[in-house]
């Protein structure tokens, strides 16, 4: 015990005069600082505004964030005490002397282990400081018990070092290798890393079996708390019972702790306590040499002298290039034959492999491993190693010959330091070359793999070796500086990760410039449509700017390189002034191309263009909201008409145009004041057919007033002139607009005048809101309100418009909008095109896109006549088009059918780049983007047809929303968006069957669930939505689909008959604005289809928030006499009612729900028996005769009810 | 050849003065620098092999100034640091064709045949292939000499060369240092007085960074002959006795008694009988003349 308790005392001293200890603890501390105190950093505090940064979620999330960043230190620690005696030859005085094991490895493990928790430790006081700085935000700070911050810390941080420390104490203590130690950390991370990007990429809906097995707790965080309403990321901590998650928490710490115990078991098993054993290889290895040597030298050699032969030694151009070949080679041999390199390319290639095996999939969508998915994929991971071969090496080569100790013979031979360090830089570009092209070509395996050949290598080598490479080296130039500068290698380690880390936490802090940010450039987004596009340019002056400065840092370090015994840096100082002169011209140079570059930069981004940084724009759009809220009611006229020639210049991503609207006065009193809001600045020159002055305008124009001499009266109608346009200078750092493009453009009438203010531009965020001193957004108001109610919810400013326009683009390009294409004509050179929507009045909404085209045509025979369906697409993207084309007419079929006539003979749908990731439904024409439609594959019939679904449900808008429109109220968004999500999803239930709709339904609820725990204000029930999509979408469909399922699709299908036919075109014809239905309206006609006993179906869906907790408790079966089987099935249900913030309230339950039998395997069972049953709170048991043998049995089996746990619904059924 | 030295001196940053304005001039031949540790050899050493800058002095290398035109000095130069290491995973062959490389050797076959007849002179031929970094202590140091005499260097500088190798390859290595040494310049600094005897017709002792003799080793043996004395002595009382009384120079032991030298002009006293000089003692005596100054 004595000799325990020494060494144990031995290592906490050691470690606690390690400066690495205090370094560790502060960063520990400032991290949960950070995490606590700034609302920039951290994956809570940057996330939903209302969960408290100091609650019991916020710690834990912030504990498993430091567990996984942890992992490293805690390899660090564990790793080098039983090291450090192998390393230092204190092994043959320590095992020499009479230890015990227990002594030896137990005081070295216990003090590790206190070292590590101690250091971990700084967590604590870290959140605690967090919650007393001024500038944190108090609204989200509690006064905590201190169990929110000792619980995470003990149950999450504590048991991992325990496991991990163990595990790692262990690979030491028998590898007994220096670069062992050294990697296991990172090795675990990465592997960790490439476990939860498995999981968390492809959005899998399994979660226990992840969960149970994550040693840190991404996963396992996920399948606790994946569905946690803010009140319960407030109160809640994990749950320690076998109940909650099906004991997920429990089970998983069991796990670890076992495995930590195993560890230590092995430890004791397999540690020889014997220097011959422990020094067994190396002097096996030397005694071989020996004996071979023995062998070789019995024959006596003459002891005459030998001459050396005589040699030239040439200096000379020749002779330098010479040895910086040989130097080149000698270094790269280096690195190549040394283990740890394989270990991280090996590592590296298993990553980005297994990465690139789920390139693009997403929540059970497949799609086509196109190259700028799988570079995404494969690069994402690799990105990292990338960084670390740069710095790690950059550190062994500058280091490399004080660390063999060969400083002394390399130092005094006649090589110029230039030669040198270009020897150790071409080896460092080499490896990085090399492992570059190691995860192209897994890319391009992994493409075959899965059976798409399409290899588009020139976009392989664009980025991975003109745009990543360039970045890297300029983080390897800068680590070799750095390196050279400082005394100490793993001092320039944490020097590079410092700079590394610093630039995203300065980004988030609003420090967005590229020049200032190290070895930064602007994002950029690869689309097949536009290849690099306009990101070449701001790529292409970043990199060099950056690459410059770079440049020079790696001159300076040849001025400053170690030479000769002493190495101070001021000796080296003194030295730089000696050399400045052989280096000065390639200083200059490097200088030069830096001011150079970075001026033009400048001058692109700061002068031709504004610079505004994230704050700034929301500053702006607070200023507006400030300034111009009061004139939200200001009765304004609305535009009835519009008509407009705009030209697009692709090549220059610029339009101009001229715009006429026609307005009139819809209110009962004059109107003298025209108020424009010019959201976009891309609108001048408004002038209206009488006379008129401008009262007040903004600055940059975005809020004008201006003033008719002679008001408007009621009903009367007046013309307004403007010109319209935007015209791209340069280029900017970052936030190029999306709509402007060379190959699909695609920007919408948010470019033209509205009148009077729009609250679209007001901050939606509450924390932003709250930074910006705004107070909370004003909502939408109730049902019935009597200006909402006659208000466009869509288009504030018009109700319904007729709409012709002529556009025209270069001769090469299409140019599109909504409208029939009158006539098309070549002039000067350009393309124009004339559209016309002829008597049908539409919604003000429309859009230009233009683009190089394939388009594949076909028609339907409508209910009044034949539609054109059109698909306008890139060549190469041909594979989903005629999924579009059948899904539109399935969805024309189906909605002609159900709800009404179609109101155009056309429907088009137009890919545009994947810089924006939606689809918009216009008046007959949908832009679609690249990203989500286009390169879909369907494979398997499982795989969600996410194209179908998507065209399927923009097709539906043309009813809902341009046929439908709801008033401006609370609700009325579920009116456009529910119901088209319905349409489509009966469209996709019509074509793959309603066992198929399982899969889809789940990712729906999954969806749902996530949405609302993370919403940022309060959920709304669905008939009384605002902003929150998750309702109107997710919660939506299901509950409209469910409905079809409890009432009948027919009858579903007639309420909304009947409601469109009364309510479609509301307000098109009346010179005076009437009311818009509401939500109201719509739920009237779906009760009046809905039997008495289910009412409250549309009570619990629509009106309220309503969860259930369904659960299959057992399932047993028994064959019978007559070859039956007889399933005996134990369900519980519970139901509650949940205000907007999560609090839940149970709710007497006697509801009828699907009790089902099912055969086949888990997640593609098909029912055997399905039948409603009522059901009441508590346990029921239903017995239940099928023919066939069942594997499942459950209740809600298909997740048709919104259900919490929705996984525990079934259960295998088991033999009596 | 001829190096000239000085009025070197050097003060390093910790206050350590390990050289006090050193002077010495070097022919065409060996020399050999004698000295306890920390006496500033290597200091001197890293110095001429242009590692290190002294506080003030010169040094002259047949007209080139050595501390300012190190890239020339090492064109001509072969070193053999006190202490060094090698790269890992690289053979004695590879290590040695690269040096020779570096080393303005680029004529591949002359590069192959001076590679091999220096292994063959370090006797690493049969383990040429194998990895430095299983090398024995001595087998390391071979491998240094071969790399200091890599290319007909024309200053050949060696510290400690002999430290770790076998009595056979010490004779070996003087042997072969001696043949080249024709019109080339080595320095050889050391510890062990008999490798300055065997080899080096020039020589000087160093101690506290100061030259205390420069001289040939015969010179030096003449200066004290006739004057040492040795005596074979009972115990220790005997020899602080003596100690008090006499210059003692040095004792050893002669099959487990004890045998004490004394410089003397005139035998010291009954017992003591005269005994042929040796350069130890010219060694021992300049340290202690110089301690007692």
């Known amino acids: ?1216 | 050849m001829a190096l000239t030295i000085s009025g070197l001196s050097k003060t390093y940053p910790n206050g350590v003065k390990a050289l006090r304005n050193v002077s010495l001039s070097i022919g065409s031949n060996m020399f050999g620098l004698l000295g306890p540790n920390g006496a500033g050899k290597s200091t001197l050493m890293r110095t001429l092999a242009t590692l290190q800058d002294p506080d003030s002095g010169s040094v002259d290398l047949d007209g080139l100034d050595v501390l300012a035109k190190k890239m020339e000095v090492r064109k001509v130069l072969g070193y053999l640091p006190q202490e060094f290491g090698v790269y890992p995973r690289v053979s004695a062959l590879d290590m040695l064709l690269h040096l020779a490389v570096l080393k303005g050797i680029t004529k591949t076959k002359e590069r192959k045949e001076v590679v091999n007849a220096l292994l063959h002179q370090t006797n690493l031929w049969d383990v040429r292939k194998k990895s430095l970094a299983t090398y024995s202590g001595g087998m390391k140091q071979r491998f240094g000499i071969a790399q200091a005499l890599l290319g007909n260097p024309k200053l050949i500088i060696v510290d400690e060369p002999t430290a770790g190798l076998d009595p056979a390859e010490r004779n070996r290595f003087l042997n072969l240092l001696s043949s080249i040494a024709d019109n080339v310049t080595v320095i050889l600094s050391t510890h062990i007085v008999d490798d300055v005897r065997e080899l080096c017709p020039r020589m000087a002792i160093m101690a506290n960074g100061a030259v205390l003799v420069e001289s040939s080793p015969a010179e030096a043996l003449g200066a004290i002959h006739g004057r040492m004395w040795s005596k074979v002595i009972s115990g220790d009382e005997e020899l602080k006795a003596l100690e008090s009384s006499q210059q003692v120079v040095s004792t050893h032991l002669i099959g487990g008694q004890q045998e004490v030298r004394v410089y003397a002009e005139s035998s010291p006293g009954e017992g003591f009988r005269a005994s042929e000089s040796e350069l130890e003692d010219v060694y021992f005596l300049s340290l202690a003349r110089h301690a007692n100054n």
């Open chain 1, 1 to 1216: 015990m004595r000799q325990f308790l020494e060494f144990f005392l031995f290592e906490l001293k050691f470690r606690f005069k390690s400066i690495s200890t205090y370094v560790y603890f502060a960063l520990w501390l400032i991290f949960s600082f950070l995490c606590v105190a700034s609302e920039n950093f951290g994956g809570v505090a940057t996330g939903n505004g209302k969960v408290l940064v100091n609650g019991p979620w916020a710690n834990i999330s912030n504990d498993i964030s430091a567990s996984f960043f942890g992992i490293i230190i805690i390899g660090a620690i564990f790793g080098t005490s039983i090291l450090r005696d192998f390393q230092r030859d204190t092994t043959q005085i320590i095992f020499t002397k009479p230890i015990s094991k227990f002594a030896y490895l137990g005081g070295r493990w216990l003090g590790s282990f206190v070292a590590t928790v101690v250091v971990f430790f700084g967590l604590i006081p870290g959140e605690m400081l967090g919650t007393l700085a001024p500038w944190a935000d108090h609204t989200r700070i509690a006064h905590a018990p201190l169990i929110w911050y000792f619980w995470p810390f003990f149950s999450i941080i504590v048991v991992q070092i325990f496991f991990l420390g163990s595990l790692f104490f262990l690979v030491a203590a028998l590898s007994r290798r220096v670069f062992v130690v050294y990697l296991q950390g990172a090795a675990v991370f990465a592997l960790y890393l490439f476990y939860a990007g498995a999981f968390l990429s492809t959005r899998s809906l399994n979660r226990f079996w992840p969960g149970i097995f994550d040693p840190v707790g991404i996963l396992l965080s996920d399948g606790l708390s994946r569905y946690w309403t803010v009140v319960d990321k407030n109160t809640l901590l994990f749950s320690w019972s076998p109940h909650v998650a099906r004991g997920l928490f429990l089970y998983n710490r069991l796990v670890w702790c076992g495995f930590g115990v195993l560890t230590l078991a092995a430890l004791w098993i397999l540690f020889p306590m014997s220097l011959e054993a422990l020094t067994a290889r190396a002097s096996s290895r030397r005694a071989k040499l020996a004996a071979e040597q023995d062998e070789d030298i019995t024959p006596v050699r003459s002891l005459v002298v030998a001459r050396t032969p005589l040699v030239h030694h040439l200096f000379g151009p020749a002779t330098t290039w010479a040895q910086y070949w040989s130097l080149t080679r000698m270094r790269m041999r280096n690195i190549v034959r040394d283990i740890p390199f394989w270990v991280l390319l090996i590592l590296m290639a298993g990553l980005a492999c297994s990465n690139g095996r789920f390139a693009g999939k997403l929540e059970g969508e497949n799609v086509w491993p196109v190259t700028y998915l799988m570079l995404q994929a494969v690069e994402g991971i690799a990105i990292l190693f990338f960084y670390i071969i740069a710095a790690f090496y950059a550190a062994e080569l500058v280091w490399r010959e004080r660390d063999t100790r060969f400083e002394g013979i390399h130092d005094a031979l006649p090589i110029g330091e230039a030669t040198d360090w270009l020897s150790k830089f071409t080896a460092l570009c080499f490896v990085e070359l090399v492992v570059l092209a190691v995860a192209g070509l897994c890319g391009v395996f992994m493409q075959a793999i899965q059976g798409y050949y399409h290899f588009e290598l020139l976009q392989y080598f664009k980025e991975l070796y003109v745009v990543t490479f360039p970045q890297i080296l300029v983080y390897a130039l800068l680590a070799m500086f750095v390196q050279t500068v400082v005394s100490n290698k793993f001092l320039g380690h944490g020097i590079v990760i410092g700079v590394f880390v610093l630039q995203p936490i300065l980004y988030n802090f609003g420090w967005e410039n590229t020049l200032y940010l190290f070895g930064q450039i602007p994002p950029y987004t690869y689309s097949d449509m536009n290849g690099y596009g306009h990101f070449v340019l701001p790529l292409f002056w970043s990199i060099t700017y950056w690459l410059s400065i770079a440049a020079f840092l790696g001159v300076l370090s040849i001025g400053l390189a170690r030479r000769g015994a002493e190495d101070s840096l001021v000796v080296r100082l003194r030295g730089l002034r000696h050399n400045l002169r052989s280096i000065a011209p390639a200083l200059a140079v490097c200088l030069l191309v830096a001011i150079g570059s970075g001026v033009w930069f400048y001058y692109n981004a700061h002068v031709l263009n504004e610079y505004l940084t994230a704050k700034d724009r929301r500053d702006i759009q607070a200023n507006y909201e400030r300034d111009f809220k009061k004139y939200e009611h200001v009765p304004e006229p609305k535009i009835i008409s519009v008509d407009a020639s705009i030209d697009i210049y692709p090549e220059r991503r610029s339009f101009s145009g001229k715009g006429h609207f026609v307005l009139q006065n819809k209110t009962p009193h004059p109107i003298s004041a025209i108020h424009v809001t010019n959201g976009r600045q891309s609108v001048s020159h408004v002038v209206f057919d009488r006379p008129f002055h401008v009262v007040s305008s903004s600055p940059r124009a975005l809020y004008s007033i201006y003033a008719l001499d002679k008001p408007l009266a009621p009903g009367e109608t007046m013309n307004m002139n403007f010109d319209v346009g935007y015209t791209s200078r340069g280029f900017k750092d970052g936030n190029e607009r999306a709509e402007l493009a060379y190959n699909g453009t695609f920007f919408d009438s948010d470019y033209f005048p509205s009148l009077g203010y729009s609250a679209g531009e007001e901050i939606t965020d509450p924390r932003r809101r709250r930074e910006e001193h705004l107070g909370p957004q004003e909502l939408l108001p109730p049902r019935g309100d009597a200006l909402g109610s006659v208000t466009n919810l869509f288009t504030t400013d018009s109700d319904w418009i007729h709409y012709t326009t002529t556009v025209s683009t270069s001769a090469d390009q299409i140019a599109l909008a909504p409208g029939y294409l009158q006539k098309d004509w070549i002039a000067n050179g350009r393309h124009y095109f004339t559209y016309d929507m002829g008597q049908v009045q539409t919604l003000d909404f429309y859009a230009y896109v233009s683009g190089n085209y394939q388009v594949t045509r076909d028609t339907y025979q409508g209910v009044t006549g034949p539609i054109a369906i059109e698909v306008y697409h890139l060549p190469e993207h041909s594979f989903d088009v005629s999924d579009m084309i059948a899904a539109s007419k399935a969805g024309l079929a189906f909605y002609e059918k159900a709800y009404s006539p179609y109101q155009f003979r056309q429907y088009r749908i137009i890919e545009f780049p994947r810089y924006r990731t939606f689809a918009q439904s216009f008046p007959n024409t949908v832009p679609f983007s690249e990203a989500i439609g286009f390169i879909e594959r369907m494979e398997k019939p499982t795989d969600i047809d996410f194209t179908y679904f998507v065209t399927a449900h923009e097709l539906a808008h043309q009813w809902w929303g341009h046929q439908l429109i709801g008033g401006r109220v609370a609700g009325s968004n579920m009116m456009a968006e529910t119901l088209a999500e319905y349409s489509a999803l009966m469209t996709m239930q019509h074509r793959y069957g309603a066992a198929n709709m399982h899969k889809f339904l789940r990712y729906e609820l999954d969806r749902y669930l996530r949405g609302r725990g993370a919403e940022v204000r309060r959920e709304e029930p669905l008939a009384q939505v605002q902003q929150e999509d998750y309702v109107w979408y997710q919660k939506g469909g299901q509950v409209m689909y469910t409905l079809a399922d409890y009432i009948g699709e027919d009858k579903v299908d007639l309420a909304l008959h009947n409601f469109l036919m009364q309510y479609r075109y509301a307000n098109a014809s009346d010179a005076q604005s009437g009311p818009y239905p509401d939500t109201r309206e719509l739920v009237a006609a779906l009760r009046a289809q809905t039997p008495a006993d289910l009412q409250y179906y549309i009570d619990d869906n629509f009106e309220n928030i309503v969860l259930y907790d369904n659960k299959a408790v057992s399932a047993t079966v028994t064959p019978t006499a007559d070859r039956k089987y007889k399933v005996t099935l134990v369900v519980e249900a519970h139901k509650v009612k949940s205000d907007g913030s999560g609090n839940e309230s149970p709710m007497h339950l006697h509801d009828l729900v699907d009790i089902g039998v099912l055969t086949g395997p888990r997640d593609a069972e098909k029912p055997l028996y399905l039948k409603k049953e009522w059901i009441s709170d508590g346990q029921q048991t239903f017995t239940i005769t099928v023919d066939q043998m069942p594997t499942r049995a459950g209740i809600d089996p298909f997740n048709k009810l919104i259900d919490r746990n929705e996984d525990d619904n079934e259960i295998d059924v088991v033999k009596k």
